[in-house]
């Protein structure tokens, strides 16, 4: 089994600050994590992906994550929040393959969502 | 991501009513996936499709129904559009990289659909 807990509905941070939003995983497989961003209306962008090379993974617009096998977190942070980064973001595992034998993908279990609001 | 195009945007519809909705990519991927997202339920995953021939049903797929069209194409249909069917629709791609594991996807738009 897998699943993805975002421990925060909501965070609200001031623009210049640092922005940390939490998630753990479980998952019985070697997981590959994501974390995905939506915009008021807009589609899914993926911010970065874990894949089991490094464990600090870098991604877009500044953000970052640390792939930690010991506490299975995925936390995203950025040093400096920006009004642009108003937006719902969402920590992804991957890990049960679906299909069977050279079919096999990883289904994509979503964690509920965090809400980023930064203020002025 | 213009790559993969939804439509309608957004649908009102009615009790009982049929309704098709339609996705269409330009990444050249064999995987497309159909998903539905629920405040605080984040994605769940209704079909998807490892190619032309291949079509499989996801963890939420009563009363839905798909066609994969073309590699390009799936179509998502609620037969019998029910109240519980209002929902922010997500088409999805992925390509076969080999390690299926590792698999990215990319989203599209999205499709409100509203149900009365």
């Known amino acids: 089994a897998q699943s993805v807990t975002q421990l925060d509905s909501h965070v609200s941070v001031s623009e210049g ?14 997981p590959s994590l994501f974390w995905y961003v939506q915009h008021p209306n807009k589609g899914l962008q993926l911010l970065l992906k874990y894949t089991s090379a490094a464990t600090l993974v870098k991604g877009i617009n500044g953000f970052e994550a640390e792939f930690k096998k010991s506490e299975t977190s995925f936390h995203l942070t950025k040093p400096s929040a920006h009004m642009s980064d108003a937006a719902e973001y969402f920590c992804v595992v991957s890990g049960i393959p679906l299909g069977a034998g050279g079919t096999s993908y990883g289904k994509l279990t979503f964690g509920q969502g965090t809400i980023l609001t930064v203020h002025p | 991501d213009a790559d993969v195009t939804q439509t309608p945007r957004n649908r009102i519809t009615k009790t009982g009513k049929r309704i098709m909705l339609e996705c269409s990519q330009t990444k050249g991927h064999d995987r497309m996936y159909w ?6 339920l984040g994605l769940r995953l209704i079909y998807y499709s490892f190619d032309v021939k291949d079509i499989n049903k996801g963890e939420i ?22 109240p519980n069917q209002t929902a922010l629709y997500f088409c999805a791609t992925s390509d076969h990289s080999g390690f299926g594991m590792r698999d990215t996807q990319y989203f599209g738009p999205g499709t409100r659909l509203t149900v009365l």
């Not at chain 2, 998903?35 to 605080?40: I, L």
């Not at chain 2, 009563?62 to 029910?82: C, M, P, W």
């Open chain 2, 61 to 82: 797929s009563d009363g839905y129904s798909v066609s994969r069209q073309a590699q390009a194409k799936f179509s998502l249909s609620l037969e019998s559009a029910i």
């Open chain 2, 35 to 40: 998903y539905r997202q629920d405040p605080g």
């Open chain 1, 17 to 30: 600050t640092p922005v940390l939003l939490r998630c753990n995983y479980s998952s019985s497989y070697s």
